[in-house]
């Protein structure tokens, strides 16, 4: 996926591996990628969508462009 992006994750399962703990389930999609907001619950409730959603919101207006125009992430080999 092309820069800039975040992540949300959304309900028990996907924040804390829920309520399954086997060798099938992973305990948290943390593990794998960065999370940028949880929203909890089972399944979530419109409040916790809605508060992830502005927290999100938040944490993209408080991200800085820097002056080249690329996002923080982007490496540029020199040609």
């Known amino acids: 996926m092309c820069e800039p992006k ?3 994750a ?3 399962c996907t ?7 086997n060798y ?3 305990q948290g999609i943390d593990r794998v ?17 809605l508060d ?3 927290k999100l919101q938040d944490k ?3 991200e800085r462009v820097p002056a080249t125009g690329r ?4 490496v540029v080999l020199p040609a």
């Not at 907001?37 to 969508?49: I, L």
């Not at 996002?71 to 982007?74: F, P, S, Y």
């Open 6 to 8: 975040w992540v949300m």
């Open 10 to 12: 959304f309900g028990a």
């Open 15 to 21: 924040c804390s591996g829920g309520p399954y703990n």
């Open 24 to 26: 099938a389930t992973l």
């Open 33 to 49: 990628i960065p999370v940028d907001v949880y929203v909890p619950g089972c399944p979530p409730r419109p409040e916790a969508v």
């Open 52 to 54: 992830g959603l502005m």
């Open 60 to 62: 993209v207006q408080g």
């Open 71 to 74: 996002h923080k992430d982007l």
